[in-house]
T-cell receptor
Framework: QKEVEQNSGPLSVPEGAIASLNCTYSDRGSQSFFWYRQYSGKSPELIMSIYSNGDKEDGRFTAQLNKASQYVSLLIRDSQPSDSATYLCAVNPFYNQGGKLIFGQGTELSVKP | DGGITQSPKYLFRKEGQNVTLSCEQNLNHDAMYWYRQDPGQGLRLIYYSQIVNDFQKGDIAEGYSVSREKKESFPLTVTSAQKNPTAFYLC????????????FGPGTRLTVT
């Protein structure tokens, strides 16, 4: 079982719709969770961090964390073509003492005008 | 401006040559990381360092070497022993106080022929 799993996609949504990106993780003791956006040919950019169960909203982005079910999701409301990118989920596992994040393989999102 | 710089943006080398990639950060982060990304693939950790004069191997350290003589700098040398060095190399930094959320530099695209 991979430590952090994401659907590779591509996930295609129409402009204005809600895009839902999901991530599951294996280490039950994980404490910190991050979403990164990576445009083609560019480096990853941190867009959301979440540490406690529930929802965290930042503009059009909402991160949702459910530690009991070991999943974290990212919702993008009113999706725009400029949101088309690969979204990486990253987890800081409990056993990790050196700040190594475990990254998923990423989900490619395509927002169609 | 606080951030992470990597240089050069593009680098071309002949097979058999060692090459050093630069990474500098002025975020006052203790931890620094080097990742490799191949086309259509996720991030793979090469080396990381939590503190000056100390570093640990990541998942794919063979054929690479690093040093951490200053807090701000974490150069990566790609040696001739690395079998497939052509890739996109990403440097990141993070801090324990922010649960190691990582910030990435713009990356160096290395081509070896």
């Amino acid at each position: 079982q991979k430590e952090v799993e994401q659907n590779s996609g591509p996930l295609s949504v129409p402009e204005g719709a809600i895009a839902s990106l999901n991530c599951t993780y294996s280490d039950r003791g994980s404490q910190s969770f991050f979403w990164y956006r990576q445009y083609s040919g560019k480096s990853p950019e941190l867009i959301m961090s979440i540490y406690s169960n529930g929802d965290k909203e930042d503009g059009r982005f909402t991160a949702q964390l459910n530690k009991a079910s070991q999943y974290v999701s990212l919702l993008i409301r009113d999706s725009q073509p400029s949101d088309s990118a690969t979204y990486l989920c990253a987890v800081n596992p409990f056993y990790n003492q050196g700040g190594k994040l475990i990254f998923g393989q990423g989900t490619e999102l395509s927002v169609k005008p | 401006d606080g951030g992470i710089t990597q240089s050069p943006k593009y680098l071309f080398r002949k097979e058999g040559q060692n090459v050093t990639l630069s990474c500098e950060q002025n975020l006052n982060h203790d931890a620094m990381y080097w990742y490799r990304q191949d086309p259509g693939q996720g991030l793979r950790l090469i080396y990381y360092s939590q503190i000056v004069n100390d570093f640990q191997k990541g998942d794919i350290a063979e054929g690479y070497s690093v040093s951490r003589e200053k807090k701000e700098s974490f150069p990566l040398t790609v040696t001739s022993a690395q079998k497939n060095p052509t890739a996109f190399y990403l440097c990141a930094s993070g801090d324990r106080l922010s649960s190691y959320e990582q910030y990435f530099g713009p990356g160096t695209r290395l081509t070896v022929t």
